[in-house]
């Protein structure tokens, strides 16, 4: 009997689905994987993803960070920090850095508590969308609170990165919606930023308008308005989304594994373990396209330079050379066997990593008192389209009494 053709396509509805089956024979099989179809390499075994994630002169963020930035060939202009390379990178991080400290994260804690207990009791124990009504409503309110976002807006930013971030299947560029919406959002954080010039608070727009960035010629000067305008969005984009994904991952996982649930109902103090196995087990953010600066030679294959280049972070995680049975959901997995990719690694680990670990926390403690048992309703269980991410865009669910 024939193997079937092994056929890793991240815009396919296999891959939306659930690609752990095929990350597990391109591990095997392909441990560099060619697509002929759209012309990318893809890596997934942990030891290379994680190799290549802190290689940043072999494999470059400065062409984009999609598949369809980098099939372009140029480096992005105006990009985002995400889409920066040393020592531009450098500089915009060690400037953000000191804007998103600890302790700005840490002064949220309430602010996150009041936002999660307002969803969360205006949810109908009886029968709710887990993401609709609850886990896609707070996280970008947080972060476009921190930002200084009027209140009444703050919804829209998150429609926007639904938009911008959605692929029918087969569909590789943005959309025209997507386009408009990516477009829509910018103007309005631009124009958000210009007005914030004049008025200046203690919101994260202020502080950067406030703010002296060193140029490559060691120059300190201010941020423009289109800098803080694309870190703005990036915020926004990943302040909504990712938490909104773990958290609607983890009511499917812990619903499949209910006897974690019960385990971490009883003892509390596993819950940021919970939050870092989750992050491991099925990532918000499957992959992050590089692009390749040079020619390499890995297991036997040639990528040629000027080649995207994805990581695959997704498999990485679940790959049994890295971690003891990888493909089982354990809150007290033991994290120093390897690194979790979950939120990225290197010089573009998450920023907001803090942020989303602690909302992540305060909520699994608060859903563990609403919800102490529950049912999903596996059949109304529709998963996102989403460039690069894992995760749910409806999960119904009922209270046990």
């Given at each position: ?20 089956e ?12 060619y ?6 390499y893809?890596l997934t075994r942990?030891?290379d ?14 062409h984009?960070?999609?598949l369809?930035?980098v099939?372009?060939g140029?480096?992005?202009e ?16 060690s400037?953000?850095?000191?804007v ?13 508590s009041e936002l999660?207990?307002k ?13 609709q009504?609850?886990s896609?409503?707070f996280?970008?309110?947080?972060i476009t ?16 990165i ?13 959309s ?26 203690q ?10 960035i ?8 201010p ?5 803080i ?21 983890a ?16 003892d ?12 491991r087990?099925?990532a918000?953010?499957?992959?992050n396209v590089?692009?390749s ?15 995207p280049v ?18 089982k959901?354990?809150i007290?997995?033991d ?36 919800m102490?048992r ?13 460039q690069?991410?894992?995760?749910w865009a409806?999960v ?6």
């Amino acid at each position: 009997m024939t193997a079937a053709t092994l056929i890793f396509d991240p815009f396919s509805e296999d891959f939306f689905n659930g690609p752990y089956e095929t990350y597990r024979r391109m591990r095997e099989e392909a441990p560099v994987y060619y697509n002929p179809q759209y012309d990318f390499y893809a890596l997934t075994r942990h030891e290379d993803v994680a190799a290549a994630y802190k290689d940043y002169e072999t494999y470059s963020s400065s062409h984009g960070v999609d598949l369809a930035q980098v099939r372009k060939g140029q480096v992005t202009e105006h990009g985002s920090i995400i889409a920066m390379d040393p020592p531009a990178h450098r500089h915009m991080r060690s400037l953000l850095n000191k804007v998103f400290t600890p302790r700005a994260i840490q002064a949220q804690r309430q602010m996150v508590s009041e936002l999660i207990d307002k969803h969360l009791s205006a949810v109908d124990p009886d029968g709710f969308d887990f993401v609709q009504d609850f886990s896609a409503l707070f996280p970008v309110e947080i972060i476009t609170i921190m930002q200084g976002v009027p209140e009444a807006d703050g919804q829209q930013v998150r429609l926007w990165i639904d938009d911008l971030l959605h692929r029918d299947p087969g569909e590789v560029e943005m959309s025209e919606v997507g386009m408009k919406s990516a477009v829509d959002m910018a103007i309005y954080y631009f124009r958000l930023v210009k007005k914030r010039r004049g008025e200046l608070g203690q919101d994260l727009l202020s502080k950067l308008i406030s703010a002296e960035i060193e140029r490559d010629n060691g120059q300190s000067e201010p941020l423009s308005n289109i800098e803080i305008t694309e870190f703005a969005t990036l915020l926004g984009g990943a302040g909504a989304e990712t938490v909104t994904k773990l958290l609607g991952n983890a009511v499917v996982v812990f619903g499949q594994n209910p006897d974690q649930w019960r385990r971490l109902a009883d003892d509390r103090s596993k819950i940021p373990f919970a939050v870092e196995e989750l992050l491991r087990y099925e990532a918000p953010a499957q992959y992050n396209v590089r692009c390749s600066l040079r020619e390499i030679s890995l297991h036997g294959v040639t990528i040629p330079a000027g080649k995207p280049v994805f990581l695959v972070g997704g498999s990485a995680n679940r790959d049994p050379e890295a971690w003891t049975d990888p493909d089982k959901f354990d809150i007290e997995r033991d994290r120093t066997e390897a690194q979790n990719l979950g939120l990225g690694y290197g010089i573009h680990s998450c920023l907001g990593a803090a942020l989303a670990r602690m909302e992540s926390a305060i909520a699994l403690d608060k859903i563990l008192d609403f919800m102490p048992r529950f049912e999903v309703d596996w059949d109304g269980c529709r998963r996102v389209n989403m460039q690069n991410v894992a995760g749910w865009a409806n999960v119904p669910v009922r209270v046990s009494r």
